[in-house]
């Protein structure tokens, strides 16, 4: 796909997409601290919560990767996975908080009549009750990693938010923390933000092919007031 910032001008969407956990959301002190409970019940010392913090977004693979150094593929995984999202879901928003500059851009994208929405690869269980807790519920729509067949970074979590907002994929823009975020907007024929706030740290983001890149969330607001291609990726 043509990456949509070599074009000229681009069209300022009808809404914007984002996802959760790392863009809209700094969860990972709740998540560390589920995975870190499931050490200590089994007498382990936790993990340092900077080891644990770049994996925030790639869900429980990634946190059982980093503090039990074990895959889907071991015996033991799965156990420890339904440990690990049963301390989650107990205490969802203990420490978790809005990123600095979201609630500005969210209250832009309100005052503008602009509609935004949240495309997640994390589960409806846990999703809705972080949503409703970090004070997002009042997003156009939610789409979740089990609302479609597929998750990111298949496009279809993407496709389904766009028919939900009854727009074309081209009508919308997509801003995420992770590379699956930008294949699955690029799939769906969306414009890419990369979110580089997030927990990415020394990742080279300009390898993504992301239309954007934004610093902050409040420069993805200069870029929707002024959406020409200011970042040559």
Request: proline share 7%; aromatic share 8%.
């Amino acid at each position: 796909m043509q990456n949509v910032s070599s074009l000229s001008m681009i069209q300022k969407p009808r809404a914007i997409l984002f996802d959760l956990d790392g863009t809209l959301v700094d969860t990972a002190p709740d998540l560390a601290a589920a995975i870190n409970l499931v050490r200590t019940t089994r007498g382990l010392a936790p993990t340092p919560y900077e080891s644990l913090r770049p994996y925030a977004s790639a869900g429980a693979r990634g946190l059982i990767g980093a503090a039990f150094g074990l895959t889907p593929e071991d015996p033991e995984y799965d156990a420890l996975r339904t440990a690990f999202l049963d301390n989650y879901a107990a205490a969802l928003a203990v420490n978790s908080r809005l990123f600095d500059g979201v609630t500005a851009l969210l209250n832009a994208l309100r005052e503008s009549n602009l509609p935004w929405g949240i495309v997640t690869n994390k589960s409806t269980r846990l999703t809705l009750p972080l949503v409703q807790q970090i004070g997002l519920q009042d997003t156009a729509c939610v789409i979740c990693g089990d609302t479609t067949p597929h998750a990111k970074p298949h496009p279809e979590p993407l496709l389904e938010a766009a028919r939900r907002l009854g727009l074309t994929p081209q009508e919308c823009w997509y801003v995420g923390d992770d590379l699956r975020d930008i294949q699955a907007g690029h799939a769906a024929g969306m414009l890419t933000v990369a979110a580089t706030w997030g927990y990415g740290g020394a990742i080279d983001f300009s390898t993504w092919g992301a239309d954007f890149l934004a610093d902050t969330p409040l420069q993805v607001l200069e870029y929707l007031q002024n959406p020409k291609p200011s970042n040559q990726i």
